[in-house]
């Protein structure tokens, strides 16, 4: 190993730290931490985003398809919760479908699809400012990780945050507890929360759903790798690195590891480092909660649990929770 440094690492959405400007600073530390690792956030290049969405349709995958039936299943009552004509900031909007089948019911006044990814939030959006031309929409690229004022086009009445996919099991508890906090100063005392969030459950599905048969989350994980060769010029050879997901119950959570497969030197402009055979960069956590967890996480950040609505055969939970009083 050359040059490394003990730094601590999270493979975790981190709300610390750099702006976008300092992004080869997070990578080069991530990748001389004594542990290796890279920050979740950086599998979302183009072709990653993709291949996240090519996840969400897999079989061993079941978030997404969970949490669209009960979207399905219990719609009316989760557009009562809520009421019609709110402002529905979508968070992480991606192709911005989720939010797009609740259109209907919620009938928001106002629709805020916020990415990372820039290109892919415009794109979608544009088919749907012509469907919907009642919604005023905006688009804003940005990482709402990092820092969060929303600017003066977002209404300020009843705002909706809606963040589904269990999104939030990415952060670590303490800074989904900060994040949560952001958003309960972003949403006065009038907003609310709508989340899904991923409940704890057997290994054997953990594992598959994070290590599918296809090998199309090795493909997500591996494309890490490529997206850093483009970002800071390294030269990681996709071909000699393996990709593991696997549930650690003890942190009650799954982890993404990519594991080299020999003994290799990894070099970049001004860096570089030797990976030993079998050694790994941790590159993701996604946290499973318990039920109970979730809500009291909730009213510590600020926002009361009005109606949580479940999957009787599959643990996942969408909650609506109102902001409580200042
Ligand atoms: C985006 N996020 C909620 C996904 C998850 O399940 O943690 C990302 C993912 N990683 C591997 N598969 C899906």
Redesign the pocket.
């Known amino acids: 190993m050359i040059n490394p440094m003990l730094t601590s690492c999270t493979s975790e959405i981190t709300l610390e730290g750099s702006s976008n400007a300092h992004v080869p600073d997070e990578l080069f530390a991530g990748l001389l931490a004594k542990q290796a690792c890279i920050s979740?956030k950086f599998?979302y290049d183009a072709l990653g985003s993709k291949l996240?969405e090519a996840?969400c349709e897999l079989p061993e995958?079941y978030?997404t398809r969970t949490e669209a039936a009960i979207f399905a299943r219990h719609g009316a009552e989760i557009a009562r919760a809520a009421g019609e004509g709110c402002t529905l900031i979508d968070l992480?909007a991606g192709n911005c479908a989720k939010a797009a089948s609740l259109f209907p019911l919620l009938k928001p006044a106002q629709y805020v699809a916020v990415d990372i990814s820039t290109e892919f939030l415009h794109e979608a959006l544009a088919p749907l400012r012509q469907r919907f031309a009642q919604i005023e929409m905006e688009g804003l690229g940005m990482d709402f990780s990092q820092q969060f004022a929303l600017p003066a086009q977002v209404r300020a009445a009843r705002r909706l945050f809606f963040y589904p996919?269990?999104?939030i099991?990415?952060f670590a508890p303490d800074d989904a507890y900060a994040f949560l906090r952001r958003l309960r100063l972003e949403c006065g005392d009038d907003g609310a929360i709508l989340i899904g969030i991923?409940l704890a459950k057997d290994k054997a599905v953990l594992d598959a759903?994070?290590d599918d048969a296809l090998g199309v989350?090795a493909a997500?994980?591996l494309n890490i790798l490529r997206h850093v060769n483009t970002l800071i010029g390294a030269d990681f050879d996709i071909r000699a690195w393996r990709h593991h997901?696997f549930y650690n119950a003890a942190r009650g959570r799954?982890e993404?590891h990519l594991e080299s497969t020999r003994a290799q030197l990894v070099q970049w402009p001004g860096g570089a480092r030797r990976f030993e055979a079998g050694e790994r960069i941790h590159t993701?956590n996604?946290y499973k909660y318990q039920q109970a967890d979730a809500i009291e996480l909730l009213e510590r950040s600020g926002f009361e649990a009005t109606r949580v609505w479940t999957d009787p055969r599959c643990p996942f939970a969408v909650i609506h929770a109102q902001a409580m009083a200042a």
């Open positions: 979740p599998l996240f996840i995958y978030p992480g996919g269990s999104s099991g990415n991923d759903a994070y989350t997500f994980n997901g799954v993404m993701e996604s």
